[in-house]
């Protein structure tokens, strides 16, 4: 294989209603992470500070995050749940431009939202929980 995809790829092929995709790896992609770390490995994280959201630990480390033990399985579900709660909408337009993500601020997603369902035909809106939407030019 000469390419391997990353987390943003891997979500576009899913495509549909997801509210979190847990990967493994991408140490040096540009997304949040809960690091597992051991005493072993010495003090120093892997992760940019600015987008760890906890650590997985054995021992207490000096980091501004929430550390939870390797055993505390309970615990690391929600403090999952708790992020994905944190970060859920009401409702969320996300455009891809070849495969790209691109940032829509909230105005541009208001105006898309209220298109797109007004122009489905006999629906009220309040019923469509999700939308797929795809332009694929030949050309």
Same mark, same amino acid.
């Given at each position: $294989? %000469?390419?391997?995809? &990353? ?9 549909? %209603?997801? &509210?979190? *995709?847990?990967?493994?790896?991408? #140490? ?5 992470? *809960? ?12 992760? %940019? ?6 650590? @997985?630990? &054995? ?18 579900? %929600?403090?999952?749940?708790?992020? @994905?709660?944190?970060?859920? #909408? ?11 993500? *691109? ?6 997603? &208001? ?7 007004? $122009? ?17 030019? #030949?050309?």
């Amino acid at each position: $294989m %000469d390419h391997f995809f &990353d987390p943003q790829e891997i979500s576009s092929f899913i495509l549909w %209603d997801y &509210d979190i *995709i847990l990967t493994e790896g991408f #140490k040096s992609s540009p997304y949040p992470k *809960i690091e597992i770390h051991r005493a072993e490995q010495g003090k120093e994280l892997l992760t %940019d500070t600015k987008l760890l959201l906890a650590v @997985v630990t &054995d021992e207490l480390l000096e980091v501004n995050v929430p550390q939870l033990e390797h055993g505390d399985v309970s615990g690391i579900a %929600d403090l999952i749940e708790q992020i @994905v709660k944190a970060q859920n #909408k009401e409702s969320e337009v996300e455009v891809l431009v070849n495969g790209a993500r *691109i940032p829509v601020n909230q105005s541009l997603q &208001d105006l898309l939202e209220r298109t797109l369902l007004a $122009m489905i035909p006999g629906t009220e809106g309040n019923n469509v929980k999700s939308l797929h939407v795809s332009l694929r030019r #030949k050309n």
